[in-house]
């Protein structure tokens, strides 16, 4: 208040003659107003969200420093009120002089200001009242309080209980910081011993229930609403109108999603036969797409039509149209504001949980969107992480995954260490099994269609696979692309603005960026579609081969990975990557895909010549097809479960044998038929081998080797000292500790190295020092995410 003090100072009588004094003085009083009222108001500004500062309930704490600041404020008040009055009679006398030296009296000047006086001095006078009134609040607020606190000064104590540990130390925490976030007196913490309690006990669940409140409403909390069977849908209309407008990644994956209509129609039709009507429940689902909010950058929607990736809008237009297609309730957002309004996220800076239970049965995002809904669901998010699907396009692995582990072996990146399930995140492709596989889908052809492009194909005809000129800056190219030049027709999709690229050869035939229906038209025409090395791993490939053309990529030697090249560094993966599509090379393969050495001219040149005599039909593998994405996601949502109680720990050197028997041949283990199985138990245990991988093989590797796919559910079954019993493997001793290698037999020494940590078991990563324990299993001809008894 000392500086309504000072404003004061400056009320002193001017003099008289002068007019500019007095509309600064009734400035200065009308600012003094101000000040005071503001004043007045912050005495205020810790009440709860939403209440005026004139209500009833005020905060009580401090009512004595309030009660004092009123006084100081009545005095101040009544001191200009007198100062007003002095200077109002100061005036009229003034004026009265004046009037009598023109000859004339000025008492048409005179009312305005005696009224504007008046005015003054009533507003003065409400507001003395107010203080008056507020004061007689606080007294009784305080005397209220002090009976309150005398009835529950021991219940309002933090409890020493063992089954919340962490109670007290919590209560301190709010103690020193419940001002740090809003979010805390939107939920009633005023700063009281009792509504710390209420808060972390009823809002949080560090303190055990206050007997004293009611728990009737805590207990029954919000009725599940009725289950809804799931229906398939063929009309994508309202899907359209979800998606929203105004992006061009937006408008881009609504054109791919229309012209894709009829495709999912029919391959609805398909999958539902294949189901015989099997009982689907409607899942609520909310689809955050991170990387396209404006909090992220939004990197991709100014360059849609620029020649930049589409492979992230390509996949995420598959995922909302499968989703709407198998019948569940979708909500989709792409900006901050509606993802915290949808998941009911509290007023604040993100410390606090949710307001209610999270309405939605999974999530899916990407990890723009992880990052946002960890730091504005509080503790609601480690509760809620286990239905978050993330769209991850190159993968994550078990070692990368693992925030502790990651961190003390050199793991750690910026894009890992977040603790889900390895199956929570969702690749493009089936890089590694530790992950589930999504996908996307590409066009299918009709056999009309087919017979068109046969009777179209020009046989000299190669387009190169790169939209942006930096993918044409490779040193070398200038070797293989003239020996290309020799044989064929060499066409590009460069993007240009005003001129021609000067990274692309002048004998290549730039078309520019071509719309999606374009560029298919162009690979119906084409041979060859060729790769430089980049990007790594794009739908575009499947693209081309499924429009009749040959894929020729690059063999990388070394292999790209995460330690040897810039791209891959700080992805949380050690994949090796030995060509630009591995997809392509080792589940398709010739005669659709070629991988040659792009150094060694000889190669490259047989390569050219073998693929102008070769003759190719178009080919799409069942699990980029509309039918196969819809069987495999349909799989994940009805069998995928990692809110499910955990399990008892990983079994040690004395637990019980395990369900598996030496096959005839001894060269694995098979599921013993008379072993049961648990109920509801996915990917069902029968399908399940267990092999010894060679030393420095990776389970990945390994079971690829035997025709199967590693199985990284399976592991806990194998993770004991029977089943390396079983496969006659001499175990001197058996130890358990984390290590994402494990289940493994380090030789010489004959040790065997149990998994400690679940999350920690890994199909990827290998080691010459140990031969890995690997669980395999059989999977669908053309759908590698599924077994054969797995839909």
Partial sequence: ????????????????????????????????????????????????????????????????????????????????????????????????????????????????????????????????????????????????????????????????????????????????????????AFFGVDGTECSFLVYLSEVEWFCPPLPWRNQTAAQTGPKALPKVQAAFRSNLSHLLELVGRGKESLIFMKKRTKRLTAQWALAAQRLERKLGGARRDQKQILVHIGFLTEESGDVFSPRVLKGGPLGEMVQWADILATLYVLGHSLRITVSLKELQSNLGVPPGRGSCPLTGPLPFDLIYTDYHGLQQMKQHMGL??????????????????????????????????????????????????????????????????????????????????????????????????????????????????????SQRPPEVPAFVKNHGLLPQPEFQQLLRKAKLFIGFGFPYEGPAPLEAIANGCIFLQSRFSPPHS??????????????????????????????????????????????????????????????????????????????????????????????????????????????????????????????????????????????????????PSFFPLLNSRDTFRKLQVPCDSTESEMNHLYPAFAQPGQECYLQKEPLLFSCAGASTKYRRLCPCRDFRKGQVALCQACL
Avoid at 416 to 430: R, S
Avoid at 672 to 698: F, K, M, T, Y
């Fill in 562 to 711: 995460s330690l040897t090249h810039e791209f891959f560094r700080g992805k949380p993966t050690s994949r090796e990557v030995f060509s630009q599509h591995p997809y392509a090379e080792n589940f398709i393969g010739k005669p659709h895909v070629w991988t040659v050495d792009y150094n060694n001219t000889q190669e490259f040149e047989a390569a050219i010549k073998d693929i102008m005599r070769t003759q190719v039909d178009p080919y799409l593998p069942y699990e980029y097809t509309c039918e196969g994405m819809l069987e495999r996601v349909h799989a994940y949502i009805q069998h995928q479960d990692f809110c499910a109680a955990p399990g008892p720990s990983p079994p040690g050197p004395q637990a019980p044998q395990s369900p598996f028997v030496l096959a005839p041949n001894a060269t694995h283990l098979e599921w013993a038929r008379n072993a049961s199985v648990a109920l509801g138990a996915w990917p069902p245990g029968h399908s399940l081998q267990a092999w010894l991988a060679e030393a420095g093989r990776a389970c990945t590797d390994a079971c690829l080797d035997h025709g199967l796919v590693c199985e």
């Fill in 380 to 497: 609601s998010f480690r509760k809620y992480r286990c239905r978050i699907r993330v769209i991850d396009t190159f993968g994550t692995e078990p070692a990368y995954n693992h925030e502790e582990y990651a961190t003390l072996h050199g793991y750690r990146t910026n894009w890992g260490y977040w603790n889900l399930n390895p199956k929570q995140f969702m690749t493009m492709f089936p890089h590694t099994p530790d992950n589930s596989f999504m996908g996307f889908v590409s066009e299918e052809l009709n056999e009309t269609e087919k017979q068109l492009i046969r009777a179209g194909k020009a046989g000299n005809m190669a387009v190169v696979y790169g939209k942006e000129p930096s993918i044409w800056k490779l040193q070398g190219k200038e070797k293989f692309l003239s020996i290309l030049n020799k044989y064929m027709e060499v066409h590009g999709t460069v993007y240009y603005e």
């Fill in 1 to 184: 208040m000392g500086t309504a003090g000072g404003f004061f100072q400056l009320l002193n009588p001017l003099p008289a003659a002068d007019p500019c004094p007095r509309l600064f003085v009734l400035g200065i009083g009308f600012f003094t107003l101000c000040f005071l009222m503001t004043s007045l108001g912050g005495q205020f500004s810790a009440r709860r969200l939403g209440d005026s500062p004139f209500t009833i309930r005020t905060e009580v704490t401090g009512g004595l420093e309030s009660r004092g600041v009123l006084r100081k404020m009545s005095d101040l008040l009544e001191m200009m009120v007198r100062r007003m009055d002095a200077l109002a009679r100061l005036e009229n006398s003034s004026e009265l002089h004046r009037g009598a030296g023109d000859g004339r009296l000025a008492l048409d000047r005179l009312p305005p200001s005696a009224g504007l006086m008046e005015r003054i001095q009533a507003i003065a006078q409400n507001v003395s009242d107010i203080a008056v009134k507020v004061d007689q609040i606080l007294r009784h607020s305080l005397l209220l309080h002090s009976k309150v606190s005398e009835g529950r000064q021991d219940q309002c104590e933090a409890p020493s209980d063992p089954q919340f540990p962490d109670c007290s130390g919590k209560v301190e925490w709010m103690r020193a910081r419940w001002t740090s976030d809003p979010c805390y």
